[in-house]
Antibody
């Protein structure tokens, strides 16, 4: 059974860079035809796609966040990562990592709350 | 960018049928997927490609998609169905797009 687990600091200061890692177990991140992505959910609000990375390394970002987002993959560790720069309080959210075969998101991590505050 | 519109809330009595809509421009030409999210938990896929159910999802959950509206239907609603429901599509310009979510309340 595939499992995804987010990890990273739960508190980030304004203007700094948020960094999260998703560790994949029960399957290879190098498996063909899968996208690995990040989705966030501000407290009490809906889901927002941040970006995705294809197994080949191609990246796709939400246009509204593109200038601040970098997603990368480390196949040797079976992990992929998110960096979001110049954060503000509006970036406070639960961040989920997820897998998709392209359209459908079939596996989600449990989510991790990141608070932006000084 | 592509926009999906859901009603903020839907209420239904136990045993009745709940219908949650998801509106989008010519959404019938896209594949719609639905997720259920209970408080403090990650979303769970309940319907994919408009009307398919993942294993383990009760037959009470069904979906349809035509024109400008997709619909998630939950028959014989139970208290355990109370949750937030999100529709989602893949769009060539916006990639993964989510609706704003609908809170289903079981009266």
């Amino acid at each position: 059974q595939l499992q995804l687990q987010e990890s990273g600091p739960g508190l980030v200061k304004p203007s700094e860079t948020l960094s999260l890692t998703c560790t994949v177990s029960g399957g290879s991140i190098s498996s063909s035809s899968y996208y690995w992505g990040w989705i966030r959910q501000p407290p009490g609000k809906g889901l927002e796609w941040i970006g995705s990375i294809y197994y080949s390394g191609s990246t796709y970002y939400n246009p509204s966040l593109k200038s601040r987002v970098t997603i990368s993959v480390d196949t040797s560790k079976n992990q992929f990562s998110l960096k979001l720069s110049s954060v503000t309080a509006a970036d406070t959210a639960v961040y989920y990592c997820a897998r998709s075969g392209g359209e459908v998101i079939d596996y989600w991590g449990q989510g991790t709350l990141v608070t932006v505050s000084s | 960018s592509y926009v999906l519109t859901q009603p903020p809330s839907v209420s239904v009595a136990p045993g009745k049928t709940a219908r949650i809509t998801c509106g989008g421009n010519n959404i019938g030409s896209k594949s719609v997927h639905w997720y259920q999210q209970k408080p403090g938990q990650a979303p769970v896929l309940v319907i994919y490609y408009d009307s398919d159910r993942p294993s383990g999802i009760p037959e009470r959950f069904s979906g349809s998609n035509s024109g400008n509206t997709a619909t998630l239907t939950i028959s014989r609603v139970e208290a355990g169905d109370e949750a937030d429901y999100y529709c989602q599509v893949w769009d060539s310009s916006s990639d993964w797009v989510f609706g704003g979510g609908t809170k289903l309340t079981v009266l």
